[in-house]
């Protein structure tokens, strides 16, 4: 398969197999545009989540590999960052040290990771809550939290696994329209996994449907929705309605 000029990620060939013969992915070969929005879909158990951690160097394949600005992935790197679904917050730490722990990884001195890590937190609408402990905050606000960790490091590779499961359906709307803003001030290359239809067609310049498990492509879509219109204007769209439609004429299939 040849990738387009404008890939930033390549998976070529990826298999994985768990212990106990559980065969996760087989043969999934894609390609993710630079500066654009990519979701993976499909249903429970398809390999969604663990597509995303081998992107993400957290995980190996067992088989193929995956090509990252050309080269080849060997582990966590500098240019990814993850948003965990539990968000993967550490308890005994304040936000600030929470969004400031990557660049404190990286070595940043402390002023310095202090004041970018200031700058995203308030980007996420979190300004105030610097010194508060995730126990003190709403699922939404740990969320942000998580959000703004991965932007502090500023990495060109957001990878986002469900971000958004565990907020109500208004949150949820606030969240998407942040991160389609975050894409065209930013030009983050994003790679989302969600169970929505809905929210995939809603967000997503590419979307990836896999098939049951072993995870294959089953199809990739490519919605042509005009992004300068408002959100409600979106959802009655021709083509964001019959975008929902085509996922959902793929995914029933699936569903025993």
């Known amino acids: 398969m040849t990738m387009p000029d404008d890939t930033i990620v390549e998976v070529r060939g990826v298999g994985k197999l768990y212990e106990g013969g559980v065969e996760a992915l087989r043969g999934v070969t894609l390609a ?7 979701t993976l879909l499909g249903p429970s158990g398809c390999g969604k989540t ?59 001195p402390p002023e310095q990771r202090h004041e970018i890590a200031r700058r995203q937190i308030a980007e996420v609408g979190l300004g105030g809550f ?41 949150t949820r709307r606030k969240f998407q329209e942040d991160l389609l803003d975050l894409l065209e001030h930013r030009r983050k290359t994003v790679i989302f996994v969600t169970h929505s239809i809905e929210e995939a067609a809603y967000l997503s310049d590419q979307i990836v449907l896999l098939s049951p ?37 793929i995914l029933k299939q699936y569903v025993a």
Do not use: C, H
């Not at 160097?57 to 080849?72: D, H, M, Q, T």
């Not at 010194?131 to 960790?149: D, I, T």
């Not at 991965?150 to 499961?165: G, K, N, R, T, Y």
């Not at 219109?229 to 019959?242: A, H």
């Open 32 to 38: 993710f545009p630079r500066g654009r929005l990519s």
């Open 50 to 108: 663990t597509l995303l951690k081998i992107i993400a160097g957290l995980i190996r394949p067992n088989a193929g590999e995956i090509r990252v600005n050309g080269r080849r992935v060997e582990g966590p790197g500098p240019e990814r960052a993850f948003v965990f679904q539990d968000f993967a917050l550490l308890p005994w730490a304040s936000v600030l040290r929470n969004v400031a722990f990557g660049l404190e990884l990286r070595g940043v």
């Open 130 to 170: 610097e010194s508060s402990y995730p126990n003190q905050l709403s699922g939404g606000m740990k969320q942000r939290v998580g959000l703004a960790r991965a932007l502090a490091v500023d990495a060109d590779i957001i990878l986002m696994d469900e971000p958004f499961s565990s907020v109500d359906e208004q």
């Open 213 to 249: 498990r072993p995870g294959t492509v089953s199809r990739i879509i490519r919605p042509e929705i005009e992004r300068g219109k408002g959100p409600d204007e979106i959802r009655r769209d021709r083509r964001y309605l019959d975008t929902v439609d085509e996922i959902w004429q």
